[in-house]
């Protein structure tokens, strides 16, 4: 996307509302910006549509300051609730039918890379644990088995939050749950794990408490895949509506869940592993 597109005429910018104008000035269009230079622009608003409180909106915003090309970046996502945030970003994004999102980033990326061959061209598919583990995960997978070079983020808030809150593979054992009154009764579906085993050269499992760390899994993903194959990040995003706690706590849940079962891991190939050598020359992933 060209920074001209969102250039206002000048002579009506000072009606423009002011997220439009910070968008114009600070936007991330052509230049690196990183979370702490974050403004108010509409893609990575303070304003989300969301519930108070939403974890998703926070996995939305964050992976997105981390976006290596925002400009030369599509987003493919699917219906659930990361879809609000997603739809009023100024940047490229296409919704798919649910659960098609990875054969239809597949596909994007291909004629992307044809019609663009000197040229980088990200994409990148955000979606819900429901979307990318349960009705998509043969789309998932099999974009992994044919090492299709796109990044998978699955904003995982262990829910169908955009449905009302039944169920998903991604919930955790025993959850309570409208269509799981007597509690789930299987355990979380290990896609981090699969996603290894089906060809991902680069994997990351990370809480939206851990921003930098997040940043960096984001940024990392998305370069190894230009080059090598298909990534994966899976971000903990919890839902105070559908999991019942105070939109205050949504951090401290983040936190705990980084402690337990969300601890930050990382998984790469032999060869991802020489790349982010020589990208970042030997840096470390911060810890928060
Ligand atoms: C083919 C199809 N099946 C079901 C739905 C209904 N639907 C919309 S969003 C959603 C669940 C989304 O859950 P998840 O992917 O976890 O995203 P979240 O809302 O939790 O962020 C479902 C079942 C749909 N839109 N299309
Ligand atoms: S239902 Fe949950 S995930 Fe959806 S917008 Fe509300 S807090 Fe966020
Ligand atoms: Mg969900």
């Known amino acids: 996307m060209s920074k001209k597109i969102i250039t206002p005429v000048a002579s009506l910018a000072h009606i423009l509302p002011e997220d439009y104008r910070d968008l114009v000035d600070r936007g991330p269009h052509g230049k690196s910006v990183g ?57 490229n994004y296409s919704n798919t039918a649910f659960g098609n999102q990875n054969s239809v980033a597949s596909g994007l990326k291909r004629m992307l890379s044809i019609r663009y061959p000197d040229k980088d061209k990200d994409v990148v598919v955000m979606a819900g644990d429901g979307g990318i583990a349960d009705i998509g995960l043969d789309m998932t997978l099999h974009s992994w088995f044919r090492g299709e070079k796109i990044s998978t983020i699955m904003l995982d808030n262990e829910v169908y939050g955009n449905t009302g809150g039944q169920e998903s593979g991604m919930s955790p054992e025993g959850q309570v ?66 999991m019942k706690f105070s939109p205050a706590d949504t951090l401290r849940i983040a936190k705990e869940a980084g402690r337990a079962h969300y601890a930050f891991e990382e998984f790469m190939t032999e060869e991802a592993a020489g790349r982010i050598a020589a990208m970042e020359g030997g840096q470390e992933v911060q810890e928060d």
Do not use: W
């Open 35 to 91: 979370i702490k230079d974050l403004g108010s622009f509409k893609e990575i608003t303070e304003e989300h549509p969301h519930c108070a409180g939403c974890g998703v909106s926070l996995g939305v915003r964050l992976a997105l300051a981390a976006l290596p090309a925002p400009e030369d970046t599509l987003v493919v996502g699917t219906p659930g609730c990361s879809f609000f945030a997603l739809s009023q970003t100024a940047l």
């Open 177 to 242: 749950l409208h269509m799981a009154p007597k509690g789930k009764n299987f355990k979380k579906i290990p896609v981090f794990e699969m996603a290894r085993t089906a060809g991902c050269v680069y994997g990351a499992k990370v809480t939206i408490a851990s921003p930098k760390r997040l940043g960096m899994a984001v940024n990392r993903a998305i370069l190894l895949a230009r080059e090598l194959g298909p990534t994966y990040i899976q971000i903990y995003t919890p839902c105070p509506t559908n």
